[in-house]
Nanobody, 120 residues
C-alpha cells in the first residue's frame, strides 16, 4: 500500500514562492508517473501538473511558466516549485501517483493534501 505525504504548504504573499514536497513509501516510486492536483471548496479537483517516469512534465495553462514539477527517484520524492503565486492559486494541493494510458493520466493513489494560501 503506497503512502504519499505532502509538506511545504502555508501562507504566502502574492508574488511569493513555495515548494511543496511529497514523500512516497510502500511502492516502487520510479516506475510510476506522478502529479499534483488542487481543489478549492465547492469545486472539482483540478490537475496542476504531471511528470512521467522519464521526467517529461506537463502543466495546466494557469500555472505554465510559474510552477515546476520535478522528482527525485533516489529519494522517492515529488516536488512542486511554485513561483509568482497569485490569490487564485489558493487551494489544497494533492500529490498523486498514477499512470498514463492512451495519453490520459489516471490516478492510483492520493496524498492527504496540503493547504496553500496566497494572501496579503
Amino acid at each position: 500500500q503506497v503512502q504519499l505525504v505532502e509538506s511545504g504548504g502555508g501562507l504566502v504573499q502574492p508574488g511569493g514562492s513555495l515548494r511543496l514536497s511529497c514523500a512516497a513509501s510502500g511502492s516502487r516510486f520510479s516506475i510510476y508517473a506522478m502529479g499534483w492536483y488542487r481543489q478549492t471548496p465547492g469545486k472539482q479537483r483540478d490537475l496542476v501538473a504531471t511528470i512521467t517516469t522519464t521526467h517529461n512534465a506537463n502543466y495546466a495553462d494557469s500555472v505554465k511558466g510559474r510552477f515546476t514539477i520535478s522528482r527525485d527517484n533516489a529519494k522517492s520524492t515529488l516536488y512542486l516549485q511554485m513561483n509568482s503565486l497569485k490569490p487564485d492559486d489558493t487551494a489544497v494541493y494533492y500529490c498523486n501517483m498514477g499512470s498514463f494510458r492512451s495519453g490520459s493520466y489516471y490516478v492510483r493513489s492520493w496524498g492527504q493534501g496540503t493547504q496553500v494560501t496566497v494572501s496579503s
